[in-house]
């Protein structure tokens, strides 16, 4: 057996020097900047100040990041004007997620000079668009449904007209693209029902009038992805899964005539699904990201020649980009080994740069594939440099469920590696990058389906002499905390211990609780509501199974959380801690945030409490 154990000495507070993960943790992170389009030297970009992810203006000539926000929760919605002139930030009270859009002068410090300028109650956001000519789109859900207002906001100074309803409906659902030249608005909605396989229309921008629908039908989806960028080009770029998996079309609102975009390589279609796209300013070509195999590529695609060339990086994974003007590409990547950039693709130089002590790398991911009640299920492993297999294991199950693992940076992963774990990230049925049948075939089975596909791979591994049985710990946060808590209740002899963080403990009571578009996502994910299916909520919900559950829990909760709120947590623990017949300890942790914390002080404790519980309760080797 391994002799690798978690050691508690590298989570004492204060030690100094700090331990790599917890340096990690707290190096300055940075987003891709978005830019203005008439000002393409001025950008918002969300990064690190003082230790807290805020909004920054960016002089994209100077490199200069300027604090526009200091919010003690952090802000991390943004996005600047066509004219670079205002940038607008989403204000919500300590990430309860439920607010209204300011805005304020590019390159303004906190609190100069903020605006209120949409006259509507809040809410939580369904999409912000702006135009040119100082007019914005804005989506809202609250108790009523989904509201899409346009208002005259002024380029320069507040509007003074009045919200002008453009469409309203029941379902969720969001303002996603706006012409050129703002006359048109592009909407994905669930009219029919189903938020996971939305429809889509455009309307009039100046008076919500109907200009056109496409629908493909149940189990099939659309996205709103931009118009072409050019004046009068009524061309919509969408997302679609006609034929299995993720890709793109082009729709001419003009002709009413939809054209696919079928990007090959060596004269093969090329594989992997498309998980978002952009115009380049010729309205001519495109750029494209791929996810393959948990990688995501980008490709330049020609929609004169078709031809379809790589972009960028030709390993990790890009998790944004975009096509600046001059025709370079700006993109945000990483690896598990190496810590996230931000890159010019043209010179394979940093663009922005934040400052301060750089993260230490970490291992690479090996690629695992185990078969499956589905079929076969890809999984990455991080194995640590050091120790002898079989390893204690972290099986880290990801959120969504629609998501993915991909072969990226994650300081929390990298931490446990560092503690002598082997960690294994399981892309089970309902990930995305697989095709669509993968995605949805949870459906039917919620959170069992993905369990199934988890012990899969963790039989593999323990088969294949690198997991060591005794010594699994299941963690995830959100989707990824609801699996742990189910998985802890159904297969009970198969983990030591779990870690769930801002997790479903009682499906029914999140419904009652959560913010409307998940209400609306979960009928969708169940074929209807916990009155009208309550056996298919009852069989997938973690409290139904609390009385199998024998190994130590750690669950962490926002107090402000909207997705998975305190009370159905609340619940659970007080279902597990009432049992006579369970004397594994059961630790809740809540700290002052919505659905998660991006302030680093926070993030720090909360890895440091995990790696503490698991020291202190996993048994040894």
Known sequence: MSTAVPTVRSQD??????PAWELRLRARQVDLPEWAEYAPDRACVVATNRGVLQVHSFEVGTGRLIPLTDRAQGTTECTIDPHGQWVWWFDDTDGDEWGRWRRQPFGSPPGHAVQDPIDLPDSYPAGLLLARDGTAVVGRIDE????????????????????????????????????????????????????RHLALRVLRSDTGAVVADLDDGPGKGL????????????????????????ELLIWDLSTAQTRDVVLTSGGE?????????????????????????????????????????????????????????????????SSAATPRRVLSAGTGREVVTVGGVRPAPSVPVRDVWADGPGGRVHALLRVPPTGS????????????????????????????????????????????GYGTAWRDALEGRV??????????VHDHLVAEGVADPARSVLAGASWGGYLTLLGLGTQPERWAVGLADVPVADYVTAYAEEMPDLQAFDRSLFGGSPAEVPGRYRESSPITYVDA?????????????????????????????????????????????????????????????????????????
Request: one cysteine or more; glycine letters at 10%; charged letters at 20%.
């Open 269 to 333: 279609a090329l594989p992997g699904d498309v998980t978002e796209a952009w115009w380049y300013a010729d309205g001519r070509t495109l750029l494209v990201a791929v996810d393959h195999h948990a990688r995501t590529r980008l490709y330049r695609h020609s929609l004169v020649t078709g031809a379809t060339t790589p972009v960028g990086p030709a390993d990790g994974s890009v998790s944004e980009a975009g096509p600046r003007p001059d025709g370079d590409v700006w993109l945000r990547w």
């Open 223 to 246: 996205v709103a992805i931009d118009f072409a960028p050019l004046d009068g080009d009524a061309r919509l770029l969408v997302g679609h899964e006609r034929h299995g998996r993720a």
């Open 144 to 195: 009523h449904g989904t509201t899409i207002h346009q208002v005259v906001v002024g380029a320069s100074e507040p509007g003074t007209d009045v919200p002008v309803l453009l469409y309203h409906h029941a379902n969720d659902a969001v303002a996603s693209a706006l012409s050129h030249d703002g006359n048109l608005t592009a909407i994905e909605h669930s009219e029919r029902g189903d938020n």
């Open 389 to 432: 297999a079989p390893y204690p294991v972290v099986v880290d199950v990801h959120g969504g469920p629609a998501w993915h693992r991909s072969d990226s940076f994650s300081p929390h992963l990298a931490a446990w590696v560092d503690h002598g774990f082997a960690v294994v990230s399981v892309n089970y049925r309902g990930s995305t």
């Open 447 to 456: 959170g069992l389906t993905e369990l199934e596909d988890i012990a899969a």
């Open 13 to 18: 507070p204060g030690a100094w020097p700090p």
């Open 549 to 621: 559950v024998r190994a130590p829990v750690l669950i962490m909760a926002g107090l402000n959380d909207p997705r998975c709120p305190l009370g159905q947590i609340h619940r659970y623990v007080d279902a597990l801690r009432g049992r006579t017949d369970h004397d594994a300890p059961v630790e809740l942790y809540t700290y002052g945030a919505g659905h998660g914390s991006v302030v680093d002080d926070e993030e720090v404790g909360q890895l440091r409490r995990q790696l503490d519980f698991v020291a202190r309760h996993l048994p040894a080797g």
